[in-house]
């Protein structure tokens, strides 16, 4: 009988055991992915030092104004970060978001006004001004936020809910304040709940004009935006007419505001002018390709108004901005198969730093897999093989100059947006670039891509280096670039229910 | 056990049908809405409301694909282990592995369409290990379900 007992007794516990072999990982994954109702973006993840020296403090240091981390060194608040409030405002804005009806292409979806209208006001100032925006939340529900895409203000102007400021609620107001240094074309947005605040239209353009006169041809900010399924031209449907004379040069800003890379081509030979805001050096006429302009980024265009008729730009086979007096071709024109290459278009200039001198060298290896993130199973996008909230904190210190590897073996494109910093492309999958320096924000990494980047840590603070397809961001495609010695008082979750993404 | 695995195993077959059916319906939706003008790009296919006979189709076979099927599969795993057939585990295993390569098919072919071909031939292979599954469970015979009842396995010395 024992001997028969001895036998049963593993007969009855194998099922049982290779269920919890099953089920325990799938318990453990489940519960290390939930995040508490309010968490700090210092308490998530590890960080990464790059290879580069680490502090001798604790980074989870919490501030208050000027706490002591657990260590007893002293972290200071991102708080401190802003524009010197002594200055008086050159340009004042005042931005007014509610949660509305918008009508597109003869119909209403629910969306989001600034001001009344989506896209908001178009925001313009001159190099050099200081820019105050007060932004008004009359009735966005979940709360609101204005981030300065591309424009590398001090972090406490950043816009980003629970990690630069609290969502602000309805009836409430929050002041931006910055200095328009940067030329060139920007936008802002929501950066709470931002997925569904940018595809509902929480967003507008802002272009920083240079000191002196302006080109004489028109100066024309076009701002893609998809609503609901409709693809739409500064909010309107098919075509932009833009009044121009034979031989005139007009300047097109466009826009992604869209989570997905935007086809452009012309039938007119054009120029790419800018990426990004930054302009390109000694940009050469583009007649047989068209651009590819990833979601979050910026193109400048120059287009000379043919002799007759018009040139057309197509923005997306939907939406084009026709640009002249003669009657336009209204055809769309066939889209060339060749996108232009941006690694070697231009001539080279210098950086005005060295990325040889780089002292850290990050990874951000994007990948995918089955797992749960914040408690939900599903496929999610990994950094560096992490799943959400487990990503890498890259630390840095003010000065340094950092090179990091974005690498995509996800399958999907991601176009990769790192808040505060403007970077420069070194190479792509091996290949140096060997064109203008090509300075984004927001940059295009397709399938089984890879990219180098360089740029100088010198905006201290804390700032999101993030997908900018929303979706991907929501769904945990986020991590930080923070500066040593610096901590926010803000909170993911909380009273404010700040949720950035 | 026996009958819930069973179950579980016809279910995955069923979903497989579903996940035809539906995509096969979004795809011919798809075409019919393009005949008449209407177009498709990145940001439209990521918008919440581009509206066509057929596009829940995607919708459905992306849920049931990356989530719904999994999850029935490891249960369908789960319950071979006290289902107490021969050839249960082995079956449930096969139907496993086939949908982990489906999955990460299905999600590589965005980026290398030529995997779609041997995503949709896999179906065809899912389909037919989560049948053989069920036909298992169904031609050991019914002994009863509770252990208690069932005769050992092991002789008794």
Known sequence: ?501 | MRMVYKVLAYVVAGLVMVQAAAIAFAQFGLMAWIEQGGTLDAAAMQSDDVSFTGVAGYMIHGMFGEMVIPIVVLLLLISSFFARTTGAVKWALIVVVTTAVQVTLGLLADGAPALGILHGAGALVLFGSAIMAGMRAKATGAPAEDASTEPAAVPVS
């Open chain 1, 1 to 501: 009988m024992t001997s028969s007992r001895g036998r049963r007794v593993p007969r009855v516990w194998v099922p049982v055991l290779a269920t919890l072999v099953i089920v325990v990982p799938l318990t453990w994954m489940w519960q290390s992915s939930r995040v508490p109702s309010a968490y700090s973006v210092m308490d998530m993840g590890y960080p990464d030092y790059g290879g580069g020296p680490q502090p001798s403090t604790s980074l989870a240091g919490h501030a208050g104004h000027g706490t002591l981390s657990h260590t007893g060194h002293t972290m200071a608040p991102i708080t401190d970060l802003v524009t010197d409030p002594n200055r008086p405002a050159d340009v004042r804005v005042d931005l007014t978001a509610a949660s509305a009806g918008v009508h597109v292409g003869g119909r209403e979806i629910a969306g989001f006004t600034l001001n009344g209208s989506t896209p908001g006001p178009t925001i313009s100032a001159v190099q050099g001004q200081l820019v105050e925006v007060r932004l008004t939340n009359a009735s966005v529900s979940d709360g609101v936020t204005l981030h300065w895409h591309g424009l590398d203000v001090p972090n406490a102007e950043d816009g980003v809910a629970g990690v630069t400021q609290d969502a602000v609620p309805v009836g409430a107001e929050f002041i931006y304040r910055f200095v328009a240094d940067q030329v060139g074309t920007y936008w802002y947005h929501s950066h709470q709940i931002s997925d569904p605040h940018v595809r509902g239209g929480l967003l507008g353009a802002l272009v920083v004009h240079p000191r002196g006169e302006r080109p004489s041809g028109p100066d024309v900010v076009a701002v893609a935006h998809t609503y609901g399924s409709t693809r739409t031209v500064n909010g309107r449907t098919g075509e932009l007419r833009v009044a121009a004379r034979p031989g005139e040069t007009a300047r097109l800003r466009v826009i992604n505001t869209d989570n997905q890379p935007m086809p452009i081509w012309s039938d007119s030979a054009y120029r790419l002018v800018a990426i990004d805001g930054t302009d390109v050096h000694q940009p050469t006429m583009i007649e047989s390709q068209r651009l590819l302009l990833t979601a979050g980024g910026r193109y400048d265009l120059e287009v000379a108004v043919p002799a007759s008729g018009a040139a057309r730009v197509q923005l997306s086979r939907a939406t084009a901005v026709v640009v002249g007096s003669g009657r336009p071709s209204a055809s769309v024109p066939p889209q060339p198969s060749s996108v232009l290459d941006l690694l070697s278009y231009g001539t080279p200039a210098a950086l005005g730093f060295e990325p040889a001198r780089a002292v850290r060298h990050f990874d951000y290896r994007i990948g995918r897999r089955p797992g749960f993130v914040k408690g939900r199973p599903g496929m999610f996008w990994t950094v560096n093989g992490h799943l959400y909230p487990h990503v890498p904190m890259y630390v840095v210190r003010k000065g340094e100059v950092v090179i990091m590897d974005i690498e995509n073996r996800s399958g999907v494109v991601h176009p990769m947006h790192l808040h505060g910093h403007h970077v420069v492309v070194l190479s792509r999958n091996g290949v140096a670039a060997t064109g203008s320096p090509w300075w984004v924000d927001s940059l295009n990494v397709d399938v089984d891509e890879s990219y180098e980047i360089a740029f100088e840590a010198n905006n201290p603070g804390i700032w999101m280096d993030h997908c900018h397809n929303l979706e991907h961001a929501a769904d945990g495609m986020i991590a930080h670039l923070m500066y040593e010695g610096w901590d926010t008082p803000y909170r993911i979750g909380g009273p404010s229910r700040n949720q950035p993404e």
